[in-house]
């Protein structure tokens, strides 16, 4: 009893997990885009209850049965759509007085459509359950042995049909629902079952067959992620520069960061920090004032450190910005440096050395409204096509840098157990008129959005879970009045719901 009590609470605890399959949440498909990662196989074993048939004018009741099936076809918005062949036998169907037959074995094609119904669709559903109620209908061809009178039944001389295309054939009708639980991967589905089959037999023993099954299967999505994706994040680890390799050259005055590329201040403990090292010639010197600065890319300083005397040997920055406002992802910084020193011979009375280093951020990822299970991802460094949402004209370096950032957002949503992923895109509103944003901004960033989906469905991302939304000049991060800072306003959002 303790190890069925241990089964059950692990069962419990993996399905709790897990999320649900392919389900756009409306009726009918609408803008899903085509991906591979939407094919799907099937297999599945039945148990055929008595089954009633009519023949020779009176019903009969037929032994149970056995069934095996084996589908594939493709998950469109929730609708599953695919080929099914089935097989089917009964070893005893001579169960009445009037029965002339013996043995029949059904040999299966149709054509199946079923519909995933997930949480998308019904709320009080659990994430970890689908209902599948489906349709289909095909051809059937019989064989099996049965006797062709009742003179021949008491002479107990059968006669054998076998499987061939000249068989007996008739169409049949299934009706079917299901219960599809998810184990936190596309790749690993079970279900199970019950079915209602009917079909008319037009050449062996004459009758009109209708049998109820219930069944067991497991579905597989063979071109989607296999892996269990994990609750956590992973980040793109970036060794840290040795600092022993900072080197003045020929130059007064550097500055150096530890982390030129991949600073990712978001509190998950993996390069949340960078490190800033002022060098001088003369690490001794003293200087009436330096200042040492971080600016965007338009070299507005986000933070400043000053003081006089002797330089720091080290700062380290955690991302904190003079407004509290987050970094950008994929987005280009500097640190730069200024040092006042004392020269009488200098007309102004003093020198000014001023040294600068790039760096660059990766993907940060933040709570979204401070949720613990909801992400955000902010971009700014997607390169469209002015006034457009294509990619076309934009430079070669441009075009390279929007592969790189859609590859690393598609893998980092990959990376995590997302239920839903919308893609909010925003643009500036230059006149700050609310028919610019009407009819020019939302319908822009929706094509925009658009775009994105159809770009992250072709990296592996589900696009039955995302969900693209044309922000227009909705809730800009800078105001009309801060023209300096516009470009914020031009961005992506991910919201990633977990």
């Not at 149709?110 to 359950?129: C, E, G, Q, V």
Request: hydrophobic share 35%; aromatic share 14%; glycine share 8%.
């Amino acid at each position: 009893m303790k190890r069925v009590f241990l089964l059950l609470t692990l069962l419990v605890s993996s399905v709790i997990s897990a999320f649900s399959e392919a389900d756009n949440g409306k009726f009918l498909p609408k803008g899903e885009s085509f991906s591979k990662r939407n094919f799907y196989a099937e297999a599945k074993g039945s148990l055929i209850f008595p089954s009633i048939y009519n023949a020779t004018g009176k019903y009969q009741v037929a032994e149970s049965g056995y069934g095996a099936d084996f589908g594939i076809g493709y998950n469109w918005g929730g609708w599953k759509i695919g080929l099914e062949a089935t097989k089917e036998f009964w070893n005893d169907c001579s169960r009445g007085d009037l029965d002339l037959l013996k043995k029949l074995s059904v040999n299966a094609l149709s054509l199946k459509i079923d519909r995933i119904i997930s949480k998308n669709t019904i709320k009080f559903l659990p994430s970890w359950l689908n209902v599948v109620p489906g349709i289909s209908t095909g051809i059937v061809f019989l064989n099996g042995e049965y006797y062709t009178s009742f003179r021949a039944r008491d002479d107990g001389i059968l006669k054998t049909v076998d499987f061939s295309l000249d068989a007996p054939h008739a169409f049949f009708l299934r009706g079917s629902f299901e219960l599809a639980f998810n184990f936190g991967n596309d790749f690993f589905i079970p279900y199970i079952g019950g079915e209602y089959s009917m079909f008319r037999d037009n050449g062996m023993n004459g009758g009109f067959y209708m049998y109820p099954a219930a069944y067991v299967g497991i579905r597989t999505y063979p071109f989607a992620s296999r892996k269990v994706r994990p609750k956590v994040k992973i980040k793109h680890k970036v060794p840290k520069a040795n600092t022993s390799n900072f080197r003045l050259g020929g130059e007064k005055l550097r500055i150096f960061v530890d982390l030129p590329e991949g600073f990712t201040p978001d509190g998950d403990g993996v390069n949340d920090e960078i490190g800033i090292y002022p060098l001088y010639v003369n690490a001794s010197q003293e200087f009436d004032e330096w200042k040492i600065s971080v600016c965007d890319k338009k070299n507005v300083a986000v933070s400043t450190w000053t003081g006089k005397g002797v330089l720091p040997k080290k700062i380290t920055w955690d991302g904190t910005t003079f407004n509290n406002e987050n970094l950008y992802a994929f987005e280009t910084y500097s640190v730069k440096i200024e040092v006042s020193l004392n020269n009488p011979e200098s007309i102004l009375g003093y020198d000014m050395l001023v040294s600068e280093q790039n760096f660059k951020t990766g993907l940060i990822v933040q709570s979204a409204n401070g949720s613990t299970t909801n992400w955000k991802l902010t971009v700014n460094e997607l390169y469209f096509d002015n006034d457009d949402s294509t990619f076309d004209r934009v430079s070669e370096a441009k075009k390279k840098q929007n592969k790189n950032t859609l590859d690393f957002i598609a893998e980092q949503i990959d990376c995590v157990n997302y239920k839903r992923v919308y893609i909010n895109a925003y643009a500036n509103n230059y006149s700050g008129t609310a028919e610019e944003n009407t009819m020019q901004l939302i319908p822009l960033t929706q094509k925009r959005a658009d775009v994105i989906l159809k770009e992250l469905s072709k990296r592996g991302i589900d696009p039955q879970r995302m969900i693209p939304v044309g922000k227009g000049g909705s809730d800009p991060i800078a105001p009309y009045t801060d023209r300096q800072n516009w470009w914020k306003n031009i961005r992506i959002e991910f919201i990633i719901e977990n």
